[in-house]
């Protein structure tokens, strides 16, 4: 099990990131409470080691995207984002942003996953197919498919 | 920085939100904790045995192997699943060639259904089916079927590949095994069978699910044969069970 220590250096290194995966999935703030806490309590009694920084983060990204998945499976099997997430947070979103989100909270599950860790992580395909657990491949579809919906629908500039 | 960077750079975790977590795993450590060490996993799957064989005796044990609902899976392995009122899988058929090498490979008994098809999906001579356009059947024997293809749908599998699921019935089953054809390739042949009543049952033993449901789509967008007209006037007696589908 985890020290005091080791659980406030997460809690500061990779709480914004576990609040992201939770904002692109959940519906609202208390859902993602739930799943910060089963998260942190998973790394708390989590036993192994990690052979790196990036593997930490990386083992954060893909323990959280589980999670959520979980949940909403839990929540009556709902795979849809309603924007109230959006309306939560709407003191610190510009115009702008509110809008790009809104379309990205619209993408299917599988692409918003792809999108927060191609664009926002910078995680490389290769990287990101090991994260969800799929083939690279895969993942080249499904951002190339997703990046297509955000053109059509950002306009051309989007990126 | 890119758009979807700059707009998602103001989501972070509030102080509030990083506090009460940290407040909730300070009360609840010790409480997860003595859980996990309390009891060994092999212990509590033991534990978890006794319990039910003190809860059933051996006419629970009768009741946990009986299968309530069948799923027949077609990708191109054609495998039948039984399922028993615990959503367990307790008998595993496969229909063709493809499907033993799956089923040779894979060890389901016992394992929750859902978990049992990601397995089935996942496997090694799984690979060479599943590509991205590939199409998924499931078809589906259950007093609540809609409730298992609800389920199915929410499933990742679903979402990755293009999925349809159908329920249909004993009757259609018993029939299909007397042609040694998974219930579910079966119902694709009666439904193409509305259309085209010269396909055989040899030929769609060699043709892909892929094929027939192709052909199927095909007598659709071409409209309606006049011995499939005649056949739904009498009652649509052909057609054995509903053809529920649910396209993701």
């Known amino acids: 099990m985890k020290s005091a220590e080791d659980l406030n250096r997460v809690m500061e290194?990779?709480?914004?990131?576990?609040?992201?995966?939770?904002?692109?999935?959940?519906?609202?703030?208390?859902?993602?409470?739930?799943?910060?806490?089963?998260?942190?309590?998973?790394?708390?009694?989590?036993?192994?080691?990690?052979?790196?920084?990036?593997?930490?983060?990386?083992?954060?990204?893909?323990?959280?995207?589980?999670?959520?998945?979980?949940?909403?499976?839990?929540?009556?099997?709902?795979?849809?984002?309603?924007?109230?997430?959006?309306?939560?947070?709407?003191?610190?979103?510009?115009?702008?942003?509110?809008?790009?989100?809104e379309i990205v909270l619209q993408l299917p599950e599988k692409y918003r996953n792809v999108i927060y860790l191609y664009y926002y992580e910078e995680y490389s395909?290769?990287?990101?197919?090991?994260?969800?657990?799929?083939?690279?491949?895969?993942?080249?579809?499904?951002?190339?498919?997703?990046?297509?919906?955000l053109r059509d629908r950002l306009g051309g500039e989007w990126a | 920085m890119n758009a979807i960077r700059k707009s998602m750079s103001d989501i972070r975790a509030s102080e509030e939100l990083k506090q009460n977590t940290l407040r909730y795993l300070k009360e609840h450590q010790n409480t997860a904790k003595r859980a996990t060490d309390r009891v060994f996993p092999v212990f509590r799957y033991a534990l978890a045995a006794i319990c039910l064989f003190l809860l059933f005796g051996t006419g629970g044990y009768a009741v946990y192997r009986k299968?309530?609902?069948?799923?027949?899976?077609?990708?191109?392995?054609?495998?039948?699943?039984?399922?028993?009122?615990?959503?367990?899988?307790?008998?595993?058929?496969?229909?063709?060639?493809?499907?033993?090498?799956?089923?040779?490979?894979?060890?389901?008994?016992?394992?929750?259904?859902?978990?049992?098809?990601?397995?089935?999906?996942?496997?090694?001579?799984?690979?060479?089916?599943?590509?991205?356009?590939?199409?998924?059947?499931f078809t589906i024997i259950s007093d609540h079927s809609y409730s298992m293809i609800e389920e199915l749908s929410a499933n990742e599998f679903s979402q990755n590949y293009d999925t349809l699921m159908y329920s249909s019935d004993a009757f259609c089953m018993a029939e299909a095994h007397n042609y040694e054809m998974s219930f579910g390739r079966y119902r694709a042949y009666q439904e193409l069978l509305q259309y085209d009543d010269s396909v055989t049952i040899e030929d769609c033993h060699n043709m892909t699910i892929s094929e027939l449901h192709n052909r199927v789509e095909n007598c659709q967008h071409h409209g309606v044969t006049q011995n499939q007209e005649d056949t739904q006037d009498q009652d649509g007696s052909r057609h054995h069970g509903e053809c529920h589908s649910h396209h993701n």
């Open chain 1, 13 to 101: 290194a990779y709480s914004d990131l576990v609040r992201r995966i939770c904002f692109v999935h959940l519906k609202n703030m208390h859902d993602t409470e739930d799943v910060f806490q089963n998260v942190y309590m998973k790394y708390l009694l989590h036993e192994g080691s990690f052979e790196s920084a990036e593997h930490e983060k990386s083992w954060f990204a893909r323990v959280t995207i589980n999670a959520c998945t979980d949940w909403l499976r839990y929540l009556s099997h709902r795979k849809w984002v309603p924007l109230d997430v959006i309306d939560e947070e709407k003191e610190v979103l510009d115009h702008t942003s509110r809008g790009i989100l």
């Open chain 1, 125 to 149: 395909a290769v990287e990101i197919a090991d994260i969800l657990g799929k083939r690279e491949n895969t993942v080249y579809t499904w951002l190339s498919r997703a990046k297509g919906i």
């Open chain 2, 67 to 137: 299968p309530v609902s069948y799923i027949s899976i077609d990708v191109n392995p054609s495998i039948e699943l039984g399922i028993n009122r615990f959503d367990r899988v307790v008998s595993a058929e496969a229909y063709n060639e493809d499907g033993q090498d799956i089923l040779s490979h894979v060890t389901l008994h016992n394992v929750p259904y859902i978990q049992a098809i990601n397995k089935v999906l996942e496997s090694e001579s799984s690979y060479h089916f599943l590509k991205e356009d590939s199409l998924l059947i």
